[in-house]
């Protein structure tokens, strides 16, 4: 039986971490409107939710969830998860509670933990937290994943001919930080290589501010023997503050032998300044 878990409404693919048992996989796709299979999914909106409410009050925002079948009545569940990003950019997620700046146990759903949507039905949900007066002053922010889950499976074809069990999820991102502090963006690049063997450079840099930083790697190479200028494909990335990243920029394919010079410039959004780095090396 194979259960088809439909795109999350990120830019960057789940890392789920769950316990696999013989004759069941699960997927993560990436879809915006989640269409899997027999035109059976969930479309929700917004993808990610962002609070700031002080410490002791409670905050309210609001979640669309959408059947988007024109056929299937859904049965859907609400969890709570939490999420993170690892070094390659990619989300993680973890049982609730087991990040040091999860606020999934703040969070709470005034529908209720399960609902029915009729076939192409919207139904508002209404996303509740409640801030504890005293916060970890390490944590500048705190996140968590909402997750709408269909608990009736429905039987479907898969290419191969096979009948399988077919269901959706979709994930939202939820974000807190305290209200009143100064929004600082600030990203440093800690190291550039060439790796030959790989035919790419990496680039390492962290995330030093205290908010959800993302932004855009831009890479210029410069043959020092020809003076042609190659213009490598843009690089988005997401960070939360304190992560460490590491991002490979592959080199054109046919790259001409001989002497370079890389730029990075990486544009994050701050009014103030840009980071950039750059990289001699031969390719042979």
Not at 262 to 270: E, K, P, V
């Amino acid at each position: 039986m194979v259960w088809g878990c439909c795109g999350l409404g990120l830019q960057h693919p789940f890392i789920l971490k769950t316990a696999m048992k013989t004759g069941f996989l699960i997927l993560s796709l990436l879809c915006g409107t989640l269409l899997c299979y027999s035109q059976t999914g969930i479309s929700v909106s917004p993808p990610r939710v962002y609070f700031e409410v002080r410490p002791g009050q409670t905050g309210t925002e609001k979640v669309s969830v959408t059947n988007v079948s024109k056929t299937t009545v859904l049965d859907l569940a609400i969890s709570l998860a939490d999420w993170a990003y690892n070094e390659n950019g990619d989300n993680l997620v973890l049982p609730a509670d087991s990040l040091p700046n999860s606020f999934a146990k703040w969070v709470t759903v005034s529908e209720g933990s399960y609902f029915s949507l009729k076939p192409g039905e919207t139904r508002d949900l209404t996303v509740n937290i409640a801030v504890p007066a005293a916060l970890n002053p390490e944590s500048p922010v705190y996140t968590a994943l909402l997750f709408v889950t269909q608990m009736n499976p429905l039987d479907d074809i898969n290419a191969q001919g096979s009948k399988i069990k077919v269901s959706v999820r979709s994930g939202i991102k939820l974000y807190y930080r305290p209200p009143g502090l100064a929004k600082v963006k600030k990203i440093e690049i800690t190291n550039l290589k060439f790796d030959p063997a790989a035919g790419n450079m990496i680039l390492t840099f962290q995330s030093l501010g205290n908010i959800w930083t993302d932004g855009v790697i831009y890479t210029d190479l410069l043959n020092t023997g020809t003076g042609k200028s190659i213009k490598i494909e843009e690089t988005a990335f997401l960070t939360l503050p304190g992560d460490k990243r590491v991002v490979k920029i592959p080199l054109p394919k046919n790259l001409a032998k001989g002497n370079y010079t890389a730029t990075i410039m990486m544009d994050f959004g701050s009014d103030s300044e840009m980071e950039a780095a750059e990289l001699k090396f031969t390719y042979e």
